[in-house]
């Protein structure tokens, strides 16, 4: 299991760069990995996803669909996919410290 | 993983059939191009115009009658894939409402939004969606008949003009 630090922290991840243990992520990792993605800042908009996403997570075991984050969270598809230009569900959960989202839709 | 091929970066996706289930691969296939940050055009020509119409795009329904892959429904009863789904069953009225209720149920627990929806979620999510102008005058229709969703009406040659360095997919 590779290792990488981030935001000071030793963290384990997946051969794509996913937190394995999403216990391990903290806010300051958040911003980190938000800028290796071309994301330079996190607005509230995407600290609401986020969070989300982690609760999705800790409740299922896995992160929400793209629908499902609409719905529950209630950000837009639009802005969800201005927030995390480039595929919102995969990007969030890399943030967010999820592991990769497996759904289709 | 790694891959050494070049990574897709557009698709245009065709839909010419306009059962449920003929529909359904098309849309999937828009909105999970758009989910991995690959462009995505999706093209409504033929019967598959039915899934863009204000008249119809609520009320596909599955081919009970001819499908002889049906039987892959079976589970959805409770009953083995291996028991057959004979044309002349489907044939009999309801069968096809039943079917349909039954797989759009089965979806809605799989969190696959209904036809309507799902389009709408494909078109916010950036991907164009364009009805074909052959189809148009074929079936008498007039803008006015397609769902807000549809960007615009294209002939042939537009569509291969739109698709420049695009993967076509034809479902």
């Not at chain 2, 970066?9 to 010419?16: D, H, K, L, P, T």
């Not at chain 2, 409402?97 to 979806?107: A, G, H, I, N, Y």
């Not at chain 2, 005058?137 to 397609?146: G, I, Q």
Request: net charge negative; hydrophobic share 45%; aromatic share 8%.
């Amino acid at each position: 299991m590779p290792e990488k630090i981030i935001a000071g922290k030793t963290v384990n991840v997946d051969d794509e760069g996913y937190l394995v243990d999403y216990k391990e992520w903290t806010e300051e990792m958040a911003l980190e990995i938000a800028r290796a993605e071309g994301i330079e800042e996190l607005t509230d908009r995407h600290l609401l996803v986020i969070n989300f996403m982690r609760a999705e997570f800790e409740a299922n075991g896995t992160g929400p669909s793209i629908r499902r984050l609409n719905k529950k969270s209630g950000v837009p598809t639009k802005e969800l996919y201005q927030l995390f230009p480039g595929g919102p569900a995969k990007k969030a959960a890399r943030i967010a410290g999820i592991t990769k989202p497996q759904g289709c839709v | 993983m790694s891959n050494t091929q070049e990574p897709i970066s557009r698709v245009s996706i065709i839909c010419a059939k306009g059962g449920l289930d003929e529909v359904y691969p098309a849309l999937i296939l828009a909105n999970g191009a758009r989910m991995e940050g690959i462009e995505a055009t999706l093209f409504f020509t033929f019967f598959g115009m039915k899934a863009v119409m204000k008249a119809t795009y609520e009320n596909l329904k599955v081919a009970t009658v001819g499908n002889s892959a049906l039987n892959l429904a079976m589970p959805m009863m409770k009953m083995p894939v291996t028991i057959p789904f004979p044309t002349l069953i489907g044939a009999i009225p309801g069968v096809s409402s039943l079917s349909t209720w039954m797989m759009k149920r089965e979806m809605e627990e799989l969190d696959i939004p209904p036809v309507g929806e799902f389009l709408e979620m494909i078109s916010d999510a950036g991907a164009g969606i364009f009805a074909c102008k052959l189809a148009m005058d074929m079936f008498k229709l007039t803008r006015d008949d397609l769902i807000p969703q549809v960007e615009g009406v294209l002939t042939v040659g537009e569509f291969y003009a739109k698709s420049a360095g695009a993967s076509i997919i034809f479902t």
